[in-house]
């Protein structure tokens, strides 16, 4: 039939929509769980292909990170176009996978919803590597705010839940696919036993997850009061040498009412400044320098703030924690640059890139060095796990933080690039899922956005600075106190890491090159019928013989 050519692309645009329905600002969690449908029917029947799920790719990225276009516009239509690439593979490995099992019962359909789920998963963990990574918003994200289900991620991380869903996605595809041929006659009727594990699968998840997070401390947890300085300085002026000095009053201002008790959670222990909060930087400017130390010097708190260090001719995003009472400073350098935001991918080969992104220039990354630090507190010290913007997306940061000791995870982020966006929302709704994978609190500061303390199981107790549905634009000053618990050990994910993902990455090679050799080999296979099918046709008598 004709019209099946075509069939495929409105199923495309309509996977593109309902998986941008499940992040935020919509939220809508629910679509997770069927959001590949329509996509993996078409495969089923035929009527899609690669070029399809590339087209689900880019206008799911774009659907999802349009708000990139504050950052560079041409930027984000490139990344877009790439990460739509991995769309692309998934879509042409899960069409093989079908081919290889046309029938639809129970056995064939749990084969292909694992295959397809694993080499999801798999394809994530490339991208989370490749180009510095950028693991944002895997399919598991969109589940930040069902606490039930995600905590699996104690076990295999973000990935194990994306696992789930893509397995539900599939089940989901092959079951409507099994009732059509079931109502049409063309396959007997039988127990859909497939879909009954799937459903099994998901409140096994469910259940264990509630049992979790109603699990009580063996251990009383330690309690550190934690400021919170949300200075909302737009972009436009953060950088400007000329108003250096003015916004650095407003964050001595804000940090000396917390300083005196203000901010709803008494005087805190530790106080943050967001990622860049001094756009030039601190040590780059005696006059910066001096007010910063001078305030320390008689402080009963630490400071950590961001701030941009130039060493040598290169720039580093850091985070510099200042002890009270003259007791020195130690610096940390971002790790992981944001690709088209912080650095340009491939600028010595690519020069144009940069002329496109209208980037001059690129951050240095950091070695990693003093990720993690120990700040005082009245209950006794506390070791803090430093992630910058968006490492706090990173799962193998947080856990190599975790596995070095930390037991407070600390972001600093600038999200005033992302302006009046769901930008701030979709990052925090990554950040959740750090906290489960490691069995750590976390607590964010940002420029503007979501400054929030995230407990171990996910849960986000309050957003303090918000104005109804808003939450940028917004700036203010608070503290809270933050119950940092003492863990009986490291979480299975922290223990194992990034374990399950590598396992479904060499699982998915393994496939993709099996698929490479049979081909290989069919063809092989052919080369005599096809040899012996030309010497026919040319030897065939003409008609007039």
């Not at 990173?394 to 982020?413: D, E, F, K, Y």
């Amino acid at each position: 039939m004709i019209w099946a050519r075509y069939a495929g692309w409105p199923l495309a645009a309509l996977t593109a929509g309902m998986a941008v329905l499940a992040f935020p600002p919509h939220a809508q969690a629910g679509a997770g769980w069927f959001c590949l449908v329509p996509l993996l029917c078409a495969l089923r029947l035929g009527w899609a292909d690669w070029r399809h799920g590339w087209l689900v790719g880019v206008l799911f990225w774009l659907g999802t990170m349009w708000w990139l276009w504050h950052v560079t516009a041409v930027g984000m239509v490139l990344l877009c176009v790439y990460l739509g690439g991995y769309w692309a593979a998934w879509a042409w490995l899960a069409g093989r996978v079908m081919g290889r099992f046309p029938e639809t019962t129970t056995r064939a359909n749990l084969a292909v919803g694992a295959v397809v789920a694993v080499g999801w998963v798999g394809l994530d963990a490339v991208r989370g590597w490749a180009l510095s990574g950028f693991p944002w918003n895997g399919l598991g994200v969109s589940q930040y705010d069902n606490l039930g289900v995600i905590q699996i991620a104690k076990l295999g991380g973000v990935e194990l839940v994306t696992w789930l869903v893509v397995f539900a996605n599939a089940i989901g595809a092959l079951t409507v696919i099994r009732f059509q041929r079931e109502m049409s006659r063309s396959q007997k009727m039988r127990p859909h036993f497939d879909f009954s594990v799937c459903i099994a699968l998901v409140a096994a998840s469910f259940a264990w997850g509630i049992g979790e997070i109603w699990r009580k401390p063996v251990v009383e947890p330690q309690r550190v009061r934690v400021g919170f300085v949300q200075g909302n300085v737009p972009q436009e002026v953060k950088f400007d040498p000329e108003e250096a000095h003015g916004i650095l009053e407003n964050y001595l201002n804000f940090t000396s009412f917390l300083a005196g008790g203000g901010g709803g959670g008494g005087k805190p222990d530790l106080i943050l400044w967001p990622e860049t909060a001094t756009g030039t930087g601190i040590f780059q400017d005696r006059a910066l320098t001096e007010a910063v130390v001078g305030m320390m010097r008689d402080a009963d708190f630490s400071l950590l703030l961001g701030t941009v260090d130039v060493d040598r001719g290169r720039f580093y995003n850091s985070a510099v924690l200042f002890l009270p009472r003259e007791g020195g400073y130690a610096a940390y350098r971002k790790e992981r640059l944001v690709p088209f935001g912080e650095f340009i991918p491939l600028r010595r080969w690519m020069p144009w890139l940069a002329n496109l992104a209208g980037m001059p220039g690129d951050y240095s990354p950091g070695d990693g060095e003093d990720s993690v630090m120990e700040a005082p507190a009245a209950s006794g010290p506390v070791d803090m796990g430093i992630l910058i913007c968006f490492e706090d997306t990173l799962p193998a940061l947080a856990r190599q933080r975790a596995g070095r000791g930390a037991r407070l995870l600390v972001n600093l982020t600038n999200d005033g690039w992302f302006r009046d966006s769901p930008g701030a929302w979709i990052h925090t709704a990554n950040a959740v899922f750090r906290c489960i994978e490691t069995g750590l609190p976390m607590v964010r500061c940002a420029n503007t956005g979501v400054s929030c303390v995230i407990e171990p199981t996910g849960r986000i107790p309050e957003i303090p600075l918000r104005d109804g549905d808003r939450i940028v634009g917004l700036a203010g000053a608070f503290s809270r106190e933050v119950a940092i618990p003492v863990p009986p050990g490291p979480t299975p994910y922290v223990r194992w890491g990034h374990l399950f993902p590598l396992c479904c990455l060499l699982l998915t090679a393994c496939y993709v090159a099996y698929e490479f050799a049979r081909d290989r080999q069919r063809r092989r296979a052919a080369e005599p019928i096809l040899a012996a099918q030309e010497v026919s046709l040319t030897s065939r008598p003409s008609a007039g013989e």
